[in-house]
């Protein structure tokens, strides 16, 4: 592993027992963050929305319990503007323990609340309060585990590196589908639905304790070091104002807007191809729900392949090659998925799912790397939590529920008419920005 040519700080060598932890510690996260949202998605129809939310209409509840995980959502920036200054300022990780720590305990929380039927409306804003919660944490989360990824490891391999904290999203989905695949089996029928769902908001805290050691013995980014020594050397000869890193990067808001509209499409694309779908076959086709979330399952594992091995290829390809091609397939492929579920064919469906999700993987893997370089040191955590976060709140948020609201009151046209424009939006991105493989974080 290449990672033993950097440095924990000037001039000293960086172990790989050093990078592993380094990545180890950035995974956690990341899968704790997407298993508590794929669990919140899973469950979000049969178990959330009756117990939470009041009601005759079974579509309404569906729409209010996914509103309530987009309302997380909406939390997202703010805490990146927080952590992303905070980080730029105090370093990476702190703000690693700290994020991790305020997910889990939230994400456990909502598996010990009282339901709508207990305590009434109470209830719905206490789950709506912890939603927002994890949303505040996420927005400082994600920024840092990739930043830390990419200014530990090798340049040369950098994408390949970065994708693995992205890989964390399929991997939490597969672990959250196993976990309740698992507490359907062992609390059937009414168990499950009374109190079984539980469990798997609790799994959350075996997670927290694992990451949390794991981070707490992570060494500070070796860039980061690198560059606050040399503005205090450079404040020391020169005193300057300073500014918040936040106000930095939106004060050059070019490389921010390109890296939201890069993530419109690609986040739209996730969310419906591991959401939506459930909630969409389900409810207007006679899929079993428990078929149809196996083959979101197997289509995070080619998600999760996707990631991976589009990250590898960025660094051989470059990042805008890597990620205009997946993006394209992804334009014609919208209409494509749609008529695949409609055969109401079960081995149709999972094609649909394992094709969309492998080549969502494919983006995806590879926008890591492209972020963090499109930044320099001094606001680069500011800068990338402003891209991932804000993108999340105007695509990601609402994904879901646009989708369920445009097909209930204007059909599937609409919804595939939303994912082919946001993905062309993508593409235009892309390839209107520049290449930024082989930069040199340490010169930025």
Same mark, same amino acid.
């Given at each position: 592993?290449?990672?033993?040519?950097?440095?924990?700080?000037?001039?000293?060598?960086?172990?790989?027992?050093?990078?592993?932890?380094?990545?180890?510690?950035?995974?956690?996260?990341?899968?704790?963050?997407?298993?508590?949202?794929?669990?919140?998605?899973?469950?979000?129809?049969?178990?959330?929305?009756?117990?939470?939310?009041?009601?005759?209409?079974?579509?309404?509840?569906?729409?209010?319990?996914?509103?309530?995980?987009?309302?997380?959502?909406?939390?997202?920036?703010?805490?990146?503007?927080?952590?992303?200054?905070?980080?730029?300022?105090?370093?990476?990780?702190?703000?690693? =323990?700290?994020? +991790?720590? %305020?997910? @889990?305990?939230?994400? !456990? *929380?909502?598996?010990?609340?009282?339901? #709508? /039927?207990?305590?009434?409306?109470?209830?719905?804003?206490?789950?709506?309060?912890?939603?927002? =919660?994890?949303? +505040?944490? %996420?927005? @400082?989360?994600?920024? !840092? *585990?990739?930043?830390?990824?990419?200014? #530990? /490891?090798?340049?040369?391999?950098?994408?390949?590196?970065?994708?693995?904290?992205?890989?964390?999203?399929?991997?939490?989905?597969?672990?959250?589908?196993?976990?309740?695949?698992?507490?359907?089996?062992?609390?059937? /029928?009414?168990?499950?639905?009374?109190?079984?769902?539980?469990?798997?908001?609790?799994?959350?805290?075996?997670?927290?304790?694992?990451?949390?050691?794991?981070?707490?013995?992570?060494?500070?980014?070796?860039?980061?070091?690198?560059?606050?020594?040399?503005?205090?050397?450079?404040?020391?000869?020169?005193?300057?104002?300073?500014?918040?890193?936040?106000?930095?990067?939106?004060?050059?808001?070019?490389?921010?807007?390109?890296?939201?509209?890069?993530?419109?499409?690609?986040?739209?694309?996730?969310?419906?191809?591991?959401?939506?779908?459930?909630?969409?076959?389900?409810?207007?086709?006679?899929?079993?729900?428990?078929?149809?979330?196996?083959?979101?399952?197997?289509?995070?594992?080619?998600?999760?392949?996707?990631?991976?091995?589009?990250?590898?290829?960025?660094?051989?390809?470059?990042?805008?090659?890597?990620?205009?091609?997946?993006?394209?397939?992804?334009?014609?492929?919208?209409?494509?998925?749609?008529?695949?579920?409609?055969?109401?064919?079960?081995?149709?469906?999972?094609?649909?799912?394992?094709?969309?999700?492998?080549?969502?993987?494919?983006?995806?893997?590879?926008?890591?790397?492209?972020?963090?370089?499109?930044?320099?040191?001094?606001?680069?955590?500011?800068?990338?939590?402003?891209?991932?976060?804000?993108?999340?709140?105007?695509?990601?948020?609402?994904?879901?529920?646009?989708?369920?609201?445009?097909?209930?009151?204007?059909?599937?046209?609409?919804?595939?008419?939303?994912?082919?424009?946001?993905?062309?939006?993508?593409?235009?991105?892309?390839?209107?920005?520049?290449?930024?493989?082989?930069?040199?974080?340490?010169?930025?």
């Amino acid at each position: 592993m290449a990672a033993t040519t950097r440095a924990t700080a000037p001039g000293a060598p960086t172990s790989r027992r050093d990078f592993r932890r380094v990545l180890a510690g950035s995974m956690a996260g990341a899968v704790l963050e997407w298993y508590d949202f794929a669990i919140y998605g899973i469950l979000a129809a049969t178990v959330l929305g009756p117990l939470f939310f009041p009601g005759d209409s079974a579509i309404v509840k569906l729409l209010l319990a996914l509103a309530t995980q987009g309302l997380g959502f909406v939390a997202r920036p703010l805490g990146g503007i927080v952590f992303g200054h905070l980080g730029d300022k105090f370093g990476r990780k702190p703000m690693l =323990v700290a994020t +991790f720590t %305020l997910l @889990g305990v939230s994400t !456990a *929380a909502i598996g010990l609340l009282p339901t #709508y /039927g207990q305590i009434g409306i109470t209830a719905t804003f206490l789950l709506v309060g912890l939603r927002m =919660v994890q949303g +505040f944490a %996420l927005g @400082g989360e994600f920024g !840092a *585990a990739v930043l830390m990824v990419s200014e #530990y /490891g090798e340049p040369k391999r950098r994408g390949f590196w970065t994708s693995w904290p992205q890989a964390g999203a399929p991997l939490g989905t597969v672990l959250a589908t196993l976990v309740v695949t698992t507490i359907t089996f062992l609390f059937p /029928g009414n168990a499950f639905d009374e109190w079984g769902w539980r469990v798997a908001f609790l799994v959350a805290l075996p997670l927290l304790a694992v990451g949390f050691w794991i981070r707490r013995s992570v060494e500070e980014s070796p860039v980061f070091r690198a560059a606050q020594e040399s503005a205090a050397k450079a404040e020391r000869s020169k005193p300057q104002r300073k500014r918040s890193s936040v106000v930095e990067a939106l004060s050059n808001p070019l490389p921010v807007l390109r890296g939201i509209g890069m993530r419109l499409g690609e986040n739209i694309a996730f969310y419906i191809y591991t959401v939506f779908v459930i909630a969409y076959a389900t409810t207007y086709f006679d899929y079993d729900r428990g078929a149809v979330v196996l083959a979101v399952t197997f289509g995070s594992i080619a998600q999760f392949l996707g990631m991976i091995g589009g990250g590898a290829w960025s660094d051989r390809v470059g990042r805008k090659v890597a990620m205009l091609v997946p993006a394209v397939i992804l334009v014609v492929w919208a209409p494509a998925f749609f008529w695949l579920v409609q055969t109401e064919s079960l081995p149709m469906l999972w094609i649909g799912v394992c094709v969309g999700a492998f080549f969502h993987g494919m983006l995806a893997g590879t926008e890591a790397a492209w972020i963090t370089e499109l930044f320099p040191t001094r606001y680069r955590y500011a800068g990338s939590s402003l891209v991932f976060q804000g993108s999340s709140i105007i695509a990601g948020a609402p994904a879901p529920f646009i989708a369920v609201w445009l097909i209930e009151n204007y059909g599937v046209g609409t919804v595939i008419g939303y994912l082919v424009v946001t993905m062309v939006i993508t593409v235009f991105a892309v390839a209107v920005s520049r290449e930024t493989k082989g930069v040199d974080l340490d010169a930025l």
